[in-house]
Nanobody, 115 residues
Framework: QVQLVESGGAMVQAGGSLRLSCVASGNIFSINSMGWYRQPPGKQRELVAILGSGATANYADSVKGRFTISRDTAKNTLYLQMYSLKREDTAVYYC?????????WGQGTLVTVSS
């Protein structure tokens, strides 16, 4: 099994930046891809960005050009660098790891963007 722990969530003003981190532990060799999802208040969870095994990144249209996903394999850590934050980026952000038929999820970290 894989365990994921996110950190870095905070309250930030619109236009600001923030970096989220997700540390993976356990059977990390079973991970095929990792990504970030978010759940805005009162809405369903949605994909933010995903990083495949070939280091190919894909982003939701709403964050393209503002967010960057990256991974430090030596530290078993996934990052989400967020710039030019908007109020609509307010959400609980979850780290995800796909390990074959199973998904691992972190506990989430709250990002609040104020105007």
């Amino acid at each position: 099994q894989v365990q994921l722990v996110e950190s870095g969530g905070a309250m930030v003003q619109a236009g600001g930046s923030l970096r989220l981190s997700c540390v993976a532990s356990g059977n990390i060799f079973s991970i095929n891809s990792m990504g970030w999802y978010r759940q805005p208040p009162g809405k369903q969870r949605e994909l933010v960005a995903i990083l495949g095994s070939g280091a190919t990144a894909n982003y939701a249209d709403s964050v393209k050009g503002r967010f960057t996903i990256s991974r430090d394999t030596a530290k078993n850590t996934l990052y989400l660098q967020m710039y030019s934050l908007k109020r609509e980026d307010t959400a609980v952000y979850y780290c995800n790891a796909k390990t074959g038929p199973l998904d691992a999820w972190g506990q989430g970290t709250l990002v609040t963007v104020s105007s």
